[in-house]
């Protein structure tokens, strides 16, 4: 089977071996061993290639196949949209996963799969985390040690009209110079940004440390005059 770019090599008890004591191995194509669990998980979603060998001499080599074909993938993209382990937003990245793996008899249709990212994906094979059933369609996840793990609800979409009405309700102009910045790309005038900040910090009162800054109306009016005169020089002659 073929994950990727890497070429992996699986006799046929080993995938679909539940115990530790089934005879096979897997190992890479250049001969590097490879746990079965791995094995089981880069065979959830590769290209197959099945190959009869004897006395490892090759008898007969089958045509390649998808564990899962496009169009159930696509299917399957529709309905998770991104990864289904409880909490996790990946939308992209993701592999089809079996619940109830091919190799120990589970089949390759929409109900028995599942969309995991690359990271959880491992979880549930190498990881020691489980995952099944539940009722009404939903998804089961738990940790090494038995315990569950909640569910984590969708976050609701807002409404189309809700921020419109809540800049509305604090009176906060929206128009199409909203998002021009005053800012026109010269050097930060650092005495004067240290001033403004002075100026309106309410610990320097009277009575506080006597700070020389100017006030902070004509900072504000020194501004809007500077702005003024840059968008008179730029307008077109």
Request: hydrophobic share 35%; aromatic share 4%.
């Amino acid at each position: 089977m073929e994950a990727g770019e890497a070429a992996v090599e699986a006799c046929e008890a080993a995938p679909a071996a539940g115990d530790e004591g089934a005879a096979g191995a897997c190992q890479l194509e250049r001969g590097f061993a490879l746990d079965p669990e791995t094995a089981r998980r880069l065979a959830c979603d590769a290209s197959l290639v099945r190959i009869l060998e004897r006395d490892g001499r090759p008898l007969s080599v089958g045509r390649r196949t998808r564990s899962v074909p496009p169009a159930l993938r696509r299917a399957l993209q529709s309905r998770d949209r991104r990864c289904r382990f409880p909490g996790c937003c990946q939308l992209r990245f993701l592999h089809a996963h079996h619940i109830d793996h091919w190799a120990h008899g589970g089949p390759t249709e929409l109900s028995n799969l599942v969309q995991l990212c690359r990271y959880h994906h491992r979880l549930v094979h190498e990881g020691g985390y489980t995952l099944e059933r539940a009722a009404a369609g939903g998804l089961r996840f738990r940790r090494p040690d038995g315990r569950p793990i909640p569910p984590v609800p969708d976050s609701e979409r807002g409404e189309p009209g809700e921020i419109e009405r809540r800049n509305h309700s604090r009176r906060i102009p929206i128009g199409p110079d909203t998002c021009v910045p005053r800012w026109w790309g010269d050097r930060l005038d650092l005495a004067l940004s240290i001033d403004c900040i002075v100026s309106r910090d309410p610990r320097m009162s009277d009575d506080g440390p006597q700070i020389a800054a100017w006030p902070a109306p004509d900072i504000e009016r020194r501004t809007a005059e500077a702005h003024e005169a840059d968008l008179h020089e730029m307008k077109p002659l």
